[in-house]
């Protein structure tokens, strides 16, 4: 099901690519972090490539010529309740999409895992920048 806060992913990721530039601390957590990301929301795909922990572009898919590392494939309703100010419980992390069954960890999990904490923390920034 298509909800209207899917559209408008595209500038949400670019905004949050924003906020990560003035972390300082996030600078830090992905320094070594040069990979393309698909985020796939009902379908929608997005690919988040970030150079030394910095978002350089958001390219809206489908492409089956884009190569992604790892891809985190949500709904919209769950991504929406990740970015609530204060998660409800179960929404609080990207793993509780995968746990309760509305999201799925695809490709190099290894990759996922190095950088764990920063990928977490570039994906909780949606609570900072959302706009409904």
Not at 66 to 92: M, N, Q, S
């Amino acid at each position: 099901m298509k909800d209207q806060y899917t559209p408008n992913l595209a500038a949400q990721f670019t905004r949050m690519g924003q906020a990560l530039a003035e972390k300082p601390h996030l600078a830090r957590l992905g320094a070594l972090f040069s990979e393309t990301v698909l985020i796939e929301v009902d379908g929608q795909e997005y690919y988040l490539t970030f150079h030394r922990g910095a978002l350089e572009r958001v390219t809206e898919g489908p492409s089956r010529q884009t190569p992604w590392r790892f891809a985190l494939r949500v709904d919209a309703e769950a991504l929406k309740k990740f970015w609530a100010p204060i998660p409800e419980p179960r929404f609080h992390d990207i793993f509780g999409f995968v746990k309760t069954g509305r999201g799925r960890l695809d490709g190099d999990i290894l990759a996922l895992v190095k950088n764990l904490r920063f990928f977490k923390e570039f994906m909780a920034l949606g609570r900072i920048t959302v706009t409904a």
